[in-house]
């Protein structure tokens, strides 16, 4: 294992690091050595300061063959709940080369319990999803493609590294390929004696958001650090002992609670009302339900029922909003038969053919939040569990699988009732946007109904990625003034 192999090669990665002048031949000969037996990292992994779980990596080789297996465990508190654990376990296959041969992803919550797989195929890359009969979609596979044993020969292998390095990486929870760059350079830190090179990683295009990666002489990751939510998220080797110590789960939910600048009436919540937000690093969207104006110090946004203009939707966009997807996987037939059950009555309206998805939703749903995981609409219709976010993947999914087209809005929600120990806030919240005939119209099986206490901050087919970039948004937020117009 790595770290009880540790003081088998640390007299001569010390060595190595102490003579610059040591040729890659033999660094390479001391990986090799290093790269034939199983290795391991145990890592502990802390947000805001605060421990919220570990990391545990295992390599396997066989004669042809690399298995590395990442297992990730958090842990967080929810007032009022048992403390929510997720585990997603991701495996790799590769040749002895570097060579990408599959991928696997489980994640197991008390929401989730899902498993993908990608399958190498020449140059096309088979991803499915177990238990589900959705068809296996198909992707071109963009070069340079690398796993993580491949990525790290590829580093090995280079003679120089004062350029970016950039390759491509699987992502399941967009179900996209990422296009990453490396940026690498020596070096040398008494905090960090095994290291011998930092690289800053992040998506191309993309250098607000990235990841510090200190690495050893042989490209093995042994700390990175990041943002998430305006707090510095750390992993760092650690021994098994460190990794999996017990320690108390921060309460998540709270960082994300919006304090609104005064009481909002019910009565104000039923009519319109004009914010001005401030720190929002991507404009909000124009719906038929909010203005969105920008001022020079943000935004200025107006809510109502119909308080929006929002230009009609092109047919290829409502062929897109009615596609089954991973995450709102319409074409599986349970939902086929629950819709026909639900609307056995053909002549009503589209808004109420919604309303009466919507209460179906909301009844079939356990009435305690859980938030932990990201489930599909499939796992959250068969275990009820869940918060908002699957309340909306459910609805959305349900309302495909009726020929609605439909999609996810994410954003803030008004409460005034006491929300974990506080009132008077705004939360983090999702619900689903119907085309009715002539206007996308919202419908809140979480809420109970959509209200001006609702702001949109991005709307989605439900992919888990893109609701994190929204969510990494709302830290930076504030209320700065939210105002009842009334009619005259």
């Known amino acids: 294992?790595?770290?009880?192999?540790?003081?088998?090669?640390?007299?001569?990665?010390?060595?190595?690091?102490?003579?610059?002048?040591?040729?890659?031949?033999?660094?390479?000969?001391?990986?090799?050595?290093?790269?034939?037996?199983?290795?391991?990292?145990?890592?502990?992994?802390?947000?805001?300061?605060?421990?919220?779980?570990?990391?545990?990596?295992?390599?396997?080789?066989?004669?042809?063959?690399l298995l590395t297996r990442e297992t990730l465990v958090l842990t967080v508190s929810q007032p009022g709940a048992p403390n929510a654990t997720s585990t997603t376990v991701l495996e790799y296959r590769e040749s002895s080369t570097g060579q990408p041969l599959a991928i696997t992803k489980r994640v197991t919550s008390a929401t989730a319990n899902h498993q993908?797989?990608?399958?190498?195929?020449?140059?096309?890359?088979?991803?499915?999803?177990?238990?589900?009969?959705?068809?296996?979609?198909?992707?071109?596979?963009?070069?340079?493609?690398?796993?993580?044993?491949?990525?790290?020969?590829?580093?090995?292998?280079?003679?120089?590294?004062?350029?970016?390095?950039?390759?491509?990486?699987?992502?399941?929870?967009?179900?996209?390929?990422?296009?990453?760059?490396?940026q690498i350079q020596p070096y040398n830190s008494p905090d960090h004696p095994e290291a011998r090179w930092?690289?800053?990683?992040?998506?191309?295009?993309?250098?607000?958001?990235?990841?510090?990666?200190?690495?050893?002489?042989?490209?093995?990751?042994?700390?990175?650090?990041?943002?998430?939510?305006?707090d510095e998220v750390i992993i760092s080797d650690c021994s098994q002992t460190c990794a999996q110590a017990d320690f108390e789960p921060a309460t998540h939910v709270y960082r994300q609670l919006i304090a609104s600048p005064y009481k909002i009436t019910d009565t104000a919540l039923r009519g319109k009302i004009r914010y001005r937000l401030q720190g929002l690093s991507t404009p909000p969207p124009s719906t038929f339900e909010q203005t969105v104006k920008p001022l020079t110090d943000g935004v200025e946004i107006l809510?109502?029922?119909?308080?929006?203009?929002?230009?009609?939707?092109?047919?290829?966009?409502?062929?897109?909003?009615?596609?089954?997807?991973?995450?709102?996987p319409s074409s599986e037939p349970v939902f086929k038969t629950v819709v026909d059950d639900i609307l056995a009555d053909k002549d009503i309206t589209t808004a109420a053919r919604m309303r009466r998805l919507s209460r179906f939703v909301s009844r079939h749903m356990n009435s305690e939040a859980s938030y932990s995981g990201?489930?599909?609409?499939?796992?959250?219709?068969?275990?009820?569990?869940?918060?908002?976010?699957?309340?909306?993947?459910?609805?959305?999914?349900?309302?495909?699988?009726?020929?609605?087209?439909?999609?996810?809005?994410?954003?803030?929600?008004?409460?005034?009732?006491?929300?974990?120990?506080?009132?008077?806030?705004?939360?983090?919240?999702?619900?689903?946007?119907?085309?009715?005939?002539?206007r996308w119209q919202s419908f809140d099986s979480g809420l109970g109904k959509f209200t001006a206490g609702h702001i949109t901050l991005?709307?989605?087919?439900?992919?888990?990625?893109?609701?994190?970039k929204l969510n990494e948004q709302l830290h930076q937020i504030k209320i700065i003034s939210a105002v009842q117009i009334k009619s005259r």
């Open 1 to 65: 294992m790595r770290v009880a192999t540790r003081l088998f090669y640390t007299a001569l990665m010390v060595n190595l690091l102490g003579q610059p002048q040591t040729s890659l031949a033999q660094a390479r000969q001391a990986q090799d050595h290093v790269a034939q037996h199983p290795t391991e990292q145990w890592q502990t992994l802390g947000l805001g300061g605060h421990k919220m779980g570990y990391r545990h990596i295992l390599r396997h080789p066989s004669e042809n063959q």
């Open 198 to 230: 930092q690289i800053r990683r992040h998506q191309l295009g993309d250098t607000k958001r990235s990841t510090l990666i200190v690495a050893d002489q042989y490209f093995y990751f042994t700390e990175e650090r990041s943002t998430s939510g305006g």
């Open 303 to 328: 809510v109502c029922d119909d308080c929006g203009a929002e230009a009609p939707p092109a047919p290829e966009t409502l062929a897109v909003a009615l596609q089954a997807n991973y995450w709102l």
């Open 116 to 182: 993908m797989q990608a399958t190498v195929d020449e140059q096309i890359l088979v991803v499915s999803q177990l238990n589900s009969t959705n068809s296996p979609r198909k992707h071109a596979i963009p070069q340079p493609f690398y796993l993580p044993e491949g990525l790290r020969l590829a580093l090995l292998g280079k003679t120089e590294h004062d350029s970016p390095f950039n390759y491509f990486s699987w992502n399941f929870s967009s179900q996209k390929f990422d296009h990453l760059q490396l």
């Open 458 to 468: 991005g709307v989605s087919n439900g992919e888990q990625s893109e609701v994190l």
């Open 374 to 438: 990201y489930a599909t609409a499939l796992e959250a219709y068969n275990s009820k569990q869940g918060d908002c976010t699957e309340h909306a993947l459910l609805l959305a999914t349900l309302a495909r699988a009726a020929g609605i087209p439909s999609r996810v809005a994410f954003g803030m929600a008004y409460n005034n009732e006491r929300f974990l120990g506080r009132k008077y806030v705004f939360v983090p919240h999702a619900w689903v946007q119907a085309w009715t005939g002539n």
